[in-house]
T-cell receptor
């Protein structure tokens, strides 16, 4: 079956630009997560959705970061006024229910020049 | 934030030997733990999980041990193969399914 799909796989943008990263979770998974992974580090929590609502957005670094999941399936992570420090791999994961394994996509590698 | 750490950043083993990857966690309230494997350019892949009411869980060639007294988790891989070469992360869940990850251990399998 299809896993978590993330698009684009790579994104290069200039400092100050706006970007959107898309995540298609596994069908039927109600929980969706965004993580950020820097080189040589473990994934860092950004935000968690249960259904359409953001259950926990405490990991978003600042108000330039925003995520939506309007219909409880596909999610978009939006980054405004990108900075070079935003360069990282952005990982999306979904899970069937709370306290069940997260299934990750292969991530979007964002490079801000 | 929470602290999930690994004792060794890099582990080299001979093909066919057993591997043991360790992880320390800091929050005694954590009740669910997962080991992930990550290959270059890919997302983390689920290996095995364990809940806090268990001490040991076995899968295919893998075993996870949980010692709640010292807040320690380990992953044992039997008969390590070249395809096991990757970075391994432990993740803990102590707050409504928000998982915290350590920085990972790189496993090198020598032929």
């Amino acid at each position: 079956g299809a896993g978590v799909s993330q698009t684009p796989s790579n994104k290069v943008t200039e400092k100050g630009k706006y970007v959107e990263l898309r995540c298609d979770p596994i069908s039927g998974h109600t929980a969706l997560y965004w993580y950020r992974q820097s080189l040589g580090q473990g994934p860092e929590f950004l935000i968690y959705f249960q259904g359409t609502g953001a259950a926990d957005d405490s990991g978003l670094p600042n108000d330039r970061f925003f995520a939506v999941r309007p219909e409880g399936s596909v999610s978009t992570l939006k980054i405004q006024r990108t900075e070079r420090g935003d360069s990282a791999v952005y990982l999306c994961a979904s899970s069937l229910q709370t306290e069940s394994p997260l299934h990750f996509g292969n991530g979007t590698r964002l490079t801000v020049t | 934030g929470e602290s999930v750490g690994l004792h060794l950043p890099t582990l080299s083993v001979q093909e066919g030997d057993n591997s043991i990857i360790n992880c320390a966690y800091s929050n005694s309230a954590s009740d669910y733990f997962i080991w992930y494997k990550q290959e270059s350019g890919k997302g983390p892949q689920f290996i095995i999980d364990i809940r806090s009411n268990m001490d040991k869980r076995q899968g295919q060639r893998v075993t996870v041990l949980l010692n709640k007294t010292v807040k320690h988790l380990s992953l044992q891989i039997a008969a390590t193969q070249p395809g096991d070469s990757a970075v391994y992360f432990c993740a803990e869940n102590n707050n409504f399914n928000k998982f915290y990850f350590g920085s990972g251990t790189k496993l090198n399998v020598k032929p």
